[in-house]
T-cell receptor, first 113, second 114 residues
């Protein structure tokens, strides 16, 4: 049973515009969330995270928003750059117990120059 | 310097064989993991391991076994390989103390079973 879902397999955005990637989760026990970026033939690279005690975390061009009541989070990239083109994975975990991450299936972002 | 490395990057083998994938991290982390990314691109935890505890995802067949010679290495052994084992396998590591939660991933090993 997939506990983290990314329902959009792909997204295309013009350079300079905002990219919004969405993620939903079903397990209310998750209390931290991460976004990873993945290029072909490489491992996922950590991008940004958020704890469940916050609803927003910002790092440069990247901002993650968390809506706990909706069990939804989103990653905003602004302005989008061609180098941002990659697959983005949402992941969730629990602060207690094993530090396992549960991943979504990814969204392929293409930023068009 | 590569933080988390895996060897080999590609592995092609026949059904029934036994193979190993090696993983090393130079981050000083206490916990290491193996993930499997299947043909649907779904990245799923297989094992997490630190010097105290091995936690196995119950869906992983016992043909798969992690072995850790020291805390910087976590190798994955697979016995009697099957066609369905074809996937990309990622090793990862993290700090046990949970000051941060991110895991650092290796580049992956693409296993093809013929």
């Amino acid at each position: 049973d997939q506990q983290v879902k990314q329902n959009s397999p792909s997204l295309s955005v013009q350079e300079g515009r905002i990219s919004i990637l969405n993620c939903d989760y079903t397990n209310s026990m998750f209390d931290y969330f991460l976004w990873y970026k993945k290029y072909p033939a490489e491992g996922p690279t950590f991008l940004i995270s958020i704890s469940s005690i916050k609803d927003k975390n910002e790092d440069g061009r990247f901002t993650v928003f968390l809506n706990k009541s909706a069990k939804h989070l989103s990653l905003h990239i602004v302005p989008s750059q061609p180098g941002d083109s990659a697959v983005y994975f949402c992941a969730a975990g629990k602060q207690t117990g094993a530090n396992n991450l549960f991943f979504g299936t990814g969204t392929r972002l293409t930023v068009i120059p | 310097d590569t933080a988390v490395s895996q060897t080999p990057k590609y592995l092609v083998t026949q059904m029934g064989n036994d193979k190993s994938i090696k993983c090393e991290q130079n981050l000083g982390h206490d916990t290491m993991y193996w993930y499997k990314q299947d043909s649907k691109k779904f990245l799923k935890i297989m094992f997490s391991y630190n010097n105290k505890e091995l936690i196995i995802n119950e869906t992983v067949p016992n043909r798969f076994s992690p072995k850790s010679p020291d805390k910087a290495h976590l190798n994955l052994h697979i016995n009697s390989l099957e066609l369905g084992d074809s996937a990309v396998y990622f090793c990862a590591s993290s700090q046990e103390d949970r000051k941060t939660y991110e895991q650092y991933f290796g580049p992956g090993t693409r296993l093809t079973v013929t």
